[in-house]
């Protein structure tokens, strides 16, 4: 079944047209199921394109999904029209006092800041706990990830020495894990950033398991029960071109910055970037919303007792 959007939100068309199958609020409104609520707090400068990133992956279900587009309250974006947040996001002190099937936390770009300096830290730790009464099932993405497991297992990040960029192997840790499957024993999974999460740091945190991880960069996907949440170190959602996106950004604007490994066929940033990983993020973001599906109560009021 399809992902519920507003019709005249820019995803929706761009997913029509992709052939995932969407519905808008008067389709929704005449089936007489429940859709998971599964909020995305967006925390990134580009929102339109992390929109569609992330309702490709958990729209690609059989469930109806009603999508919800947070924002931190404070915190005025610069790089999306304003008419776009007022009109699509809601600020997260409007929707503290509703329940959600699911939430996504994405990554952000203020990778070298200390977690206590961002200017919402304050606010994204009250969300962090808000979680815990109110959100059935978290999915934190990269420096999002990095943020929960710091703040509920106090676990430090690490600068790399140079940046993580290109397309790495992982392998699955797991197997058996609910959310792997269906997993290759090894696949590539694009990463992006300058900072590490340690696997010896989190064997030691109680109640972690390091469902994938990589040779080359580390820990990658980490399950912790107890909060109820995924927290994923890499990028699954990217598009096919988004890596080239940041070479070329950083290439402009004359900031060293090496080719992407293992991204452009024999290296060429010349030509075109092969998506070898779209398989694996559906399978990934599928796994999650059955999870919840099969985990969450029918009564939104009955999540977080």
């Known amino acids: 079944m399809p992902i519920k959007l507003p019709a005249s939100l820019p995803a929706y068309d761009?997913?029509?047209?992709?052939?995932?199958?969407?519905?808008?609020d008067d389709q929704a409104a005449r089936q007489d199921i429940r859709p998971l609520r599964i909020g995305l707090l967006n925390l990134m400068p580009k929102k339109i394109q992390t929109e569609?990133?992330?309702?490709?992956?958990?729209?690609a279900t059989p469930l109806q999904i009603e999508l919800s587009l947070i924002r931190m309250s404070?915190?005025?974006?610069?790089?999306?029209?304003?008419e776009h947040m007022a009109?699509?996001?809601?600020?997260?002190?409007?929707?503290?006092?509703e329940k959600f099937d699911g939430l996504i936390i994405t990554g952000a770009p203020i990778e070298h800041l200390p977690f206590e300096e961002v200017t919402y830290w304050d606010e994204l730790t009250q969300v962090f706990d808000w979680t815990q009464s109110h959100v059935h099932s978290t999915f934190g993405v990269c420096w999002g990830g990095m943020a929960m497991i710091n703040y509920f297992h106090g676990i430090r990040k690490h600068i790399l020495p140079a940046k993580a960029f290109g397309c790495f192997r992982h392998t699955s840790l797991r197997p058996a894990s609910p959310f792997l499957r269906g997993f290759s024993d090894d696949f590539v999974i694009p990463v992006?950033?300058?900072?590490?999460?340690?696997?010896?740091?989190?064997?030691?945190?109680?109640?972690?398991?390091?469902?994938?991880?990589?040779?080359?960069?580390?820990?990658?996907?980490?399950e912790d029960d107890l909060h109820?949440?995924?927290?994923?170190?890499?990028?699954?959602?990217y598009d096919s071109d988004t890596l080239k996106q940041e070479y070329d950004r950083d290439i402009?604007?004359?900031?060293?910055?090496?080719?992407?490994?293992?991204?452009?066929?024999?290296?060429?940033?010349?030509?075109?970037?092969?998506?070898?990983?779209?398989?694996?993020?559906?399978?990934?973001?599928?796994?999650?919303?059955?999870?919840?599906?099969?985990?969450?109560?029918?009564?939104?009021?009955?999540?977080?007792?």
């Open 14 to 24: 761009v997913l029509t047209r992709e052939g995932v199958m969407v519905m808008s």
């Open 52 to 59: 569609n990133q992330f309702a490709r992956l958990i729209g």
């Open 74 to 82: 404070a915190h005025q974006t610069r790089n999306t029209a304003a």
């Open 87 to 97: 009109e699509f996001y809601r600020p997260f002190s409007e929707v503290r006092e």
């Open 192 to 222: 992006s950033r300058w900072t590490e999460m340690r696997a010896d740091e989190i064997d030691a945190a109680p109640g972690l398991v390091t469902l994938i991880g990589s040779p080359e960069v580390g820990p990658c996907l980490v």
């Open 228 to 237: 109820r949440a995924l927290y994923i170190f890499n990028h699954f959602e």
């Open 252 to 305: 402009a604007a004359g900031t060293p910055i090496n080719v992407p490994q293992n991204y452009y066929p024999d290296d060429d940033p010349q030509r075109p970037p092969h998506n070898r990983w779209r398989s694996h993020a559906h399978l990934l973001y599928g796994n999650w919303i059955n999870e919840i599906y099969q985990s969450t109560p029918y009564d939104l009021n009955a999540i977080g007792r």
